[in-house]
């Protein structure tokens, strides 16, 4: 099983990024698939999650300024950053799970499956 993530890079306050992770795994349509940051010295920080079923969960600190989706048919999800600011800075990681129940979305440590992760930087 692999994950890949990518998209990452260096943009200015106000700017955009498109992350994407594509999954080898079977059966992907079935799988809770999520973003998670961490920043040097900080912990790893939950940003957002999208269930089999399409329900989606943000971090406060994201929630009206990211998107996360999924394309079943490419085994691939997207998270759309827009409005990004320093603070946003970090190495991006996506994991995914397939019988992650509602209440642990969040916690990074009942994904099962995690990619390389994608640098992000925002500066100017």
């Known amino acids: 099983v692999q994950l890949q993530a990518s998209g990452g890079g260096l943009v200015e306050p106000g700017g955009s990024l498109r992350l994407s992770c594509v999954a080898s795994?079977?059966?992907?349509?079935?799988?809770?698939v999520a973003w998670f940051r961490q920043a040097p010295g900080q912990e790893r920080e939950f940003v957002a999650t999208i269930r089999y079923s399409g329900t989606t969960l943000y971090a406060d600190s994201v929630k009206g300024r990211f998107t996360i989706s999924r394309d079943n048919a490419k085994n691939t999800v997207y998270i759309q950053m827009n409005s990004l600011n320093p603070d946003d800075t970090a190495t991006y990681f996506c994991?995914?799970?397939?019988?992650?129940?509602?209440?642990?979305?969040?916690?990074?440590?009942?994904?099962?499956?995690w990619g390389q992760g994608t640098q992000v930087t925002v500066s100017s």
């Open positions: 795994l079977g059966a992907f349509s079935r799988y809770t």
């Open positions: 994991a995914a799970d397939r019988g992650i129940i509602y209440s642990s979305l969040t916690i990074a440590e009942q994904y099962d499956y």
